[in-house]
């Protein structure tokens, strides 16, 4: 019988792509973000959080077991510039 101790340190998820959206300022875009499921057995619940001014969409949503779901991000920028969120 073998016995081992794992150590490790946890740390967030990396970001799976860069997405890049390009608008007018004070003209609303609307960005389709594809978003799946990782699960083939169980509905996961996602919660959105961003730091980008006046988001549009929805703040929470469920994806069933082996889905995805197209998230529809609105934005409206104020000014012209480039905005990180």
């Not at 083939?40 to 006046?54: A, W």
Request: hydrophobic share 30%; proline share 8%.
């Amino acid at each position: 019988m073998f016995e081992y101790e794992l150590i490790g340190k946890g740390e967030e998820p990396l970001a799976k792509e860069h997405i890049v959206i390009n608008c007018i300022a004070r003209k609303s875009t609307t960005k389709l973000i594809e978003v799946k499921n990782p699960y083939k057995d169980k509905e996961v619940t996602y919660k959105v959080e961003t730091d980008l001014i006046n988001p549009g969409g929805p703040k929470k949503f469920s994806i069933p077991a082996g889905k995805s779901y197209e998230y529809p991000l609105t934005i409206t920028p104020l000014l012209g510039g480039i905005y990180t969120g």
